[in-house]
């Protein structure tokens, strides 16, 4: 791609024709050096970063209109999607939108859509023409479960990519739009407080079920001495649950995270540890943390599904 001239370059990805006569010949263009995810365009083998690379050359080969939208623009955000929703290698397809009116892309790797895009809900990054981090989430909310809707607008919220009241107004411009019924339940629950996907979908799944809201990041302190900061906290009946991710496997983190909670239960709290398995049968979580709060306070037991 060297050869390439450096303006028809976007994140390694070039069409095809923009290419100089002398610049690639056919050969070149179909050795290993060089990958085709659709007809028209190239991307160097070497990327650094492969998956931008193929939204890049999804982006520039549907024209200078096309928009990269919904799943395709949270990836580009950094958004925390559902594991189901992470790219195999070789399965990549971008979403590229069109304004309403316009011809949807219709091409391999591509997932053509056409939207109502007024110019405050685009922007630019890295390079690419892509919804805003406001938009990307309400187009995501007809796409994923409620409880990754809220992890992706925690993290939107927390990393400053957006605020509560742009996603209060862009949820009140999509009035009927497909996805907003679940854009409009989540708003009330985001919390920028929130430090890791897991744990705003561990809260998610519990205020959903009827649990009383619990505090984000609560700074625990005994008379006067810091104790510790948790995950998750009913600070009135004195419980506490905590979102174990992968990082407190380790076997430092795992000695710290019992020193802490040693002095946590040492104060008077309960604490209640999830992991990753948790997730999968959120009921579990919702019975565990209802009887710790019924078990300390008079708060009428959540009814769970037959």
Known sequence: MS??????????????????????????????????????????????DRGLAIASAASLVCGPKAVLADVSAARLWGLPLPPWLAVLEGTQTDTVAVAAGGVRPQRRGVRGRRLMMPDDHLTQIHRLKVTTAARTWLDCAALV?????????????????TS?????????????????????????LLDPKSESPGESITRAHL????????????????????????????????????????????????????TRRNLLQDQGWMVIVFTANDLI?????????????????????????R
């Open 164 to 188: 509560l009241a742009e996603l209060e107004s862009l949820v009140h411009w999509a009035h009927r739009r497909r996805g907003v019924t679940n854009a409009r339940r989540v708003i009330s």
């Open 281 to 305: 049968r959120p009921w579990g979580m919702v019975a565990l943390v209802d009887s710790a709060l019924r078990s300390r306070s008079r708060i009428p037991a959540v009814n769970r599904p």
């Open 207 to 258: 205020v959903l079920a009827g649990i009383p809201r619990p505090q984000c990041n609560l700074e625990i302190v005994s008379d006067g001495e810091w104790i510790a900061r948790v995950d998750l906290a009913w600070s009135e009946q004195r419980v506490v649950a905590e979102y174990d991710g992968i990082v407190h496997a380790e076997d430092k983190q795992r000695r710290h995270d019992a």
């Open 3 to 48: 050869k390439i001239p450096l303006e028809f370059v976007v994140n390694g990805a070039s069409l095809v024709s923009t290419l100089r006569p002398d610049a690639l010949t056919l050969a070149e263009g179909r050795t290993r050096k060089l990958i085709s995810p659709s007809r028209g365009v190239r991307y160097a083998v070497s990327v650094a």
């Open 145 to 161: 479960p409620i409880e990754h809707l809220v992890a992706m607008g925690d993290f939107a919220l927390r990393s400053g990519l």
